[in-house]
């Protein structure tokens, strides 16, 4: 069974940078992809990057904008988000989650989903 564990999130200043940290377990195949996702409350989920690692490729969202950079250290098993230039807009839960990738950035209602990691942004 897949499980992921998200860490890293925090209070940072608008501008500034912080980096989340993603640990898979349990991979038993190479087809999948996993990426960040993230939340307000009232507002639904939205994808903010994700990457299948067995082919190098990633994809972000529109509004990143070139602020962040998802990668994978395949012998730690560990997905990171590194962003920078952070905007007070970007603060809300963020969501680590894996899925078997076919093809899709963002999976779908398989996805397997971690606790999730709370970033705040200040002005």
């Known amino acids: 069974q897949v499980q992921v564990v998200e860490s890293g999130g925090g209070l940072v200043q608008a501008g500034g940078s912080l980096r989340l940290s993603c640990t898979v377990s349990?991979?038993?195949?190479?087809?999948?992809?996993m990426g960040w996702f993230r939340q307000v409350p009232g507002k639904g989920r939205e994808g903010v990057a994700s990457m299948a690692p067995a082919i190098s490729k990633t994809h972000y969202a529109s509004f990143v904008e070139g602020r962040f950079t998802i990668s994978y250290d395949n012998a730690e098993k560990t997905l990171y988000l590194r962003m920078d230039r952070l905007k007070r807009e970007d603060s809300a839960t963020y969501y680590c989650a894996y899925w078997t990738y076919g093809g899709s950035w963002w999976g779908n209602e398989g996805n397997t989903w971690g606790q999730g990691t709370q970033v705040t942004v200040s002005s």
């Open positions: 349990g991979l038993a195949f190479d087809d999948y992809a």
